[in-house]
């Protein structure tokens, strides 16, 4: 069977206080045509692990969604609880 996956990419714009997502739903398929592997190997990607990447694999989307919000003043999440110390384990 073709697994089935989704990839989720968020953003945040602190001149306007806004925030984004975008999700994608779709099967996962491997790129094996060589062309497309050099076009793949050319993108600006830079994986934040280290280790050898040995195979690409590209997302045949099904759906895709986003929402675009203000992000709510923190302000707002003040409650009595803030501040408050956690009691230390014994």
């Known amino acids: 069977g073709r697994l089935q996956v989704a990839f ?4 945040y714009e602190p001149d306007i206080n806004e925030a984004w997502s ?6 996962l398929e ?3 045509d ?3 592997i050099v076009d793949a190997v050319a993108l600006p990607l830079f994986p934040w692990q280290s280790g050898e990447k040995a195979f690409f694999v590209r997302i045949v989307p ?6 675009q919000f203000q992000v709510a ?13 956690r009691a230390q384990p014994e």
């Open 8 to 11: 989720e990419v968020d953003g």
């Open 22 to 27: 975008v999700v994608t739903h779709g099967v």
């Open 30 to 32: 491997p790129v094996l």
């Open 34 to 36: 060589t062309a497309e």
């Open 62 to 67: 099904s759906q895709v969604t986003g929402r």
């Open 73 to 85: 003043d923190p302000s707002h999440w003040v409650s009595q609880f803030t501040g408050v110390r």
